[in-house]
């Protein structure tokens, strides 16, 4: 017996509301999804937040340690490392009635340095503000992972990590001498006559390592310094020492 007219109706329309509750669970599920992912860039869409993650990709660091590395109030960076650690970007622990946070991973390394590479990449106003952050003068040709490596290895460089102390012991390029910008001016005496320097610090957009080249070359010292720094060569899966 052949259906009647009205079954197949109800039938077509009892698939087309199916398939339009299916499409619209989907969709709700997927802007969830795409809600949790959005958490995360976020979390990222702050300067305050970009810089104590930077500092924190080099070394875990109390909050009290953290405001004064980045120059920031203990109550404002309390509030944005909390942000961060809300979005599963850096992870802490207690020890007495301070806490200590650290970056979650180095895919979480990796996310920051892909930000600033794209960023760069893309905005003509990011590379504008990077060359009047990091000098548009470079004081001398910069040297390659590769090229540090070999010399290094062959003993006819003098490799200087300018970072702060605590950065330093966290994980530093093996041989390297911790000479923090700082205290460069008074260890100038100390630096190996008729050897090239070369001076690294945090990454491709540290400071630290230009401004050190910069005063070693006004006193004299031939230097130059890595084309990034910690960051890439963490990154590149490079040995790293740690104190």
């Known amino acids: 017996m052949a259906p009647r007219a009205g079954t197949a109706l109800s039938s077509q329309f009892s698939k087309e509301h199916l398939n339009s509750r299916m499409a619209v669970v989907s969709n709700e599920r997927k802007t969830a999804l795409l809600a949790q992912f959005a958490r995360v860039g976020k979390a990222l869409a702050n300067p305050a937040r970009l810089q104590l993650l930077d500092l924190l990709i080099q070394a875990e660091r109390s909050v009290e340690a953290l405001a004064a590395a980045a120059g ?3 109550g404002n960076t309390s ?12 992870t802490s622990r207690r020890q007495g009635t301070r806490v200590f946070y650290r970056v979650a991973g180095g895919d979480v390394a990796a996310l920051y340095r892909a930000l600033c590479e794209v ?34 290895e062959a003993g006819d460089v003098f490799v200087i990590d300018v970072r702060p102390a605590e950065e330093y012991a966290a994980g530093h390029i093996p041989g390297a001498v911790s000479i923090p910008l700082g205290e460069l001016p008074a260890r100038l005496d100390a630096l190996p006559a008729g050897t090239e320097i070369v001076a690294y610090c945090r990454g491709a957009y540290c400071v630290l390592a230009p401004d050190a080249v910069r005063l070693l070359h006004a006193n004299g010292v031939p230097a130059r310094h890595l084309a990034d720094g910690m960051l890439e060569w963490r990154l590149a899966g490079l040995p790293v020492e740690a104190a």
């Open 119 to 152: 960023a760069r990449t893309h905005l003509p106003d990011a590379e504008a503000a990077r060359a009047a952050y990091l000098g548009s003068d470079q004081p001398a040709q910069a040297v390659s992972r590769p090229e540090l490596l070999r010399r290094a």
């Open 79 to 90: 509030a944005q490392v909390r942000a961060l650690h809300a979005a599963g970007l850096v």
């Open 72 to 74: 920031m109030p203990v």
